[in-house]
């Protein structure tokens, strides 16, 4: 009968291993780890029953080795995932810092614009200021025309003290114009008195 051999020892990879006889049973040692395969009442079956557990074993090394290479996957895809998380927070801070950027340039855009409005609302007032003075000063130019031309009309001589009255009442008309109160009238009869 031909003896099977044995396999190496699953536990350290030993390849010399023996078989020993106690009197009653056999069993393969490893004189490596100091391993002992399942007793047996025959040689053969000894070696079987090592091959066996060596076997299963072997194949729950290489589930266990299988799972180990599935785990390093996927902490692998766990670490490349949470690498480009970073990359995503840092693109989303980048993102953030340029609206807030934006935002800034956009308030101050915003600012200068409010500063020009300002500026022409200013603008407009003075102007406005200036067109009701010249309006104003036309008026009263108007007025002090009327009361000459009325002074000339009546036969009423025109002195130096007609035309000061005439002139303080074209300008009482100018301060009316700016929505000041007139503060006395004088006509050019009184004057003539």
């Given at each position: ?112 614009y409010i500063e ?78």
């Amino acid at each position: 009968m031909m003896t099977e051999q044995i396999l190496a020892c699953p536990f350290c990879g030993n390849e010399l291993l023996e078989t020993y006889d106690d009197g009653e049973s056999y069993y393969v040692f490893c004189s490596s780890c100091g391993a002992q395969g399942p007793l047996s009442k025959d040689k053969s079956d000894a070696i079987l029953l090592w091959n066996a557990a060596a076997n299963q074993l072997a194949a729950k090394n290489a589930e266990i080795a299988e799972h180990r290479n599935h785990v390093a996957k996927i902490m692998q895809r766990e670490n490349n995932m949470m690498k480009h998380n970073e990359k995503l927070r840092a693109e989303i801070e980048q993102l953030r810092n340029d609206l807030r950027i934006r935002d800034d340039g956009r308030t101050a855009i915003s600012i200068g614009y409010i500063e020009a409005i300002k500026e022409r609302d200013e603008a407009r007032r003075v102007a406005r200021v200036l067109y009701n003075e010249r309006n104003a000063m036309s008026l009263g130019l108007d007025t002090i025309k009327r009361h000459v031309e009325k002074s000339i009309h009546d036969g009423v001589p025109i002195t130096r003290l007609s035309i000061l009255g005439i002139c303080k009442a074209g300008l009482e008309n100018l301060s009316y114009t700016r929505n000041e109160p007139p503060t006395s009238r004088v006509d050019a009869t009184e004057e003539r008195e």
